[in-house]
């Protein structure tokens, strides 16, 4: 053990005889004396401070006590501040083990959370999966849609292009007419005015007018038995009419309506002109499905007659009808019908069809 200082004089020190600090951490040393002062009259128990640490160095009125009692002493006041530094550390030991504790339950929370999450992942994906195929999908109608669009394009384009000429073809088809009309005027007119013409010349003058009068109504049909309702106007009567026949009219194709002055006791006949005589034709082929028409399928306001749909025919065409009619009224297996304008007679579906264009041929029907 190296040599002892007393801290208070400097000198050497038994340490047998030499008193230490209380203090754990303090290392210094004194002699009795020195702690007294030299003086017998001290207190049995005088409590000095250590110069150093100004902690209390316990004094005994022996001086010369034994090493053991100071040795004893010394280590039982280090041992008390011992354990209280030790309380004191223990103390802030365990606060912050309380907060570590803490730490570690929070950092546990977060883990248990990012666990859920995980668990969750799959189903994530698969919500992302079938909102990528959903994408994919409105990508391609869209896709699709656009191309579509720029097929109707170029489909309007088309019709437009065909409305176009059938506009620019109905106006040839008027202005045909109009000259074919001119036409006819002209050539009645030459004959009220040319009663010298030979019969031959008349004959042939009076086929071509017949001809011309012809083709200027085979764009008309003759509606017979339909009544006019009260306020009801011709183009909505025409409306009814081709809603029963199941016909959709379209803008332009009714070019003209009118009626005719009525017979005694009956309708007034419907004249219905068309753009075309393919329209014409459409029209008398829904009839043909519809044998039996009322006045009243048409209109409820109506009576229950029946309703007759025919080409128009001029008036020789119509006399020479009217009079194949009555010719084969008592043969009842003979039919007559009408066609662009010609009529033909046919026995049965076996025989083939006579074309009757004067009364003469009248003598040709198969009876």
């Given amino acids: 053990m190296p040599a002892l200082h007393c801290n208070a004089c400097k000198k050497f020190i038994s340490v047998t005889k030499a008193i230490k600090c209380a203090s754990f951490a303090c290392n210094a040393y004194a002699h009795p004396s020195c702690l007294t002062g030299g003086s017998n009259s001290a207190p049995k128990f005088l409590y000095l401070r250590c110069k150093p640490c100004y902690s209390p ?37 365990s606060a912050q083990l309380t907060s570590l504790t803490a730490l570690v339950k929070d950092v546990m929370d977060e883990l248990k959370s990012q666990r859920t999450d995980l668990r969750e992942l799959p189903i994530i994906k698969g919500i992302v999966s079938e909102l990528t195929v959903t994408t994919q999908d409105m990508a391609t109608s869209v896709q699709q849609l656009a191309l579509d669009i720029s097929a109707m394009s170029t489909r309007c384009s088309s019709l437009e292009a065909a409305n176009l000429s ?14 074919l009309v001119q036409r006819v005027d002209s050539l009645e007119e030459r004959l009220s005015r040319d009663p010298e013409l030979s019969s031959d010349d008349g004959t042939a003058l009076k086929a071509q007018v017949e001809h011309l009068m012809q083709r200027n109504l085979d764009t008309q049909i003759v509606v017979t038995g339909l009544l006019s309702a009260p306020d009801v106007t011709v183009e909505r009567t025409i409306e009814l009419l081709a809603r029963s026949l199941g016909i959709v009219t379209k803008s332009g194709d009714v070019v ?18 068309f753009a075309t005589i393919f329209i014409r034709d459409s029209w008398i082929a829904q009839k043909k499905k519809k044998p039996v028409l009322l ?73």
Wanted: aromatic letters at 4%; hydrophobic letters at 30%.
């Fill in 57 to 93: 160095l316990p004094s005994s009125e022996d001086t010369g006590r034994s090493a053991d009692k100071i040795t004893t002493h010394t280590r039982l006041s280090a041992r008390t501040n011992m354990d209280k530094s030790t309380a004191s550390s223990s103390t802030s030991t």
């Fill in 166 to 179: 059938l506009v620019a073809r109905c106006q040839t088809l008027e202005e045909h007419n109009t000259a």
């Fill in 256 to 273: 003209d309506a009118f009626r005719l002055p009525p017979k005694a006791g009956g309708a007034p006949p419907l004249i219905i002109r």
């Fill in 295 to 367: 006045a009243s399928d048409i209109d409820a306001s109506l009576p229950g007659s029946r309703v007759y749909l025919n080409e128009r025919l001029s008036s020789v065409k119509h006399k020479l009808l009217v009079d194949t009619r009555a010719y084969v009224k008592p043969h009842r297996h003979l039919r007559v019908w009408t066609r662009h304008g010609s009529i033909y007679v046919r026995k049965d579906g076996a025989t083939t069809s006579l074309k009757i264009e004067h009364r003469d041929d009248f003598a040709k029907i198969p009876i």
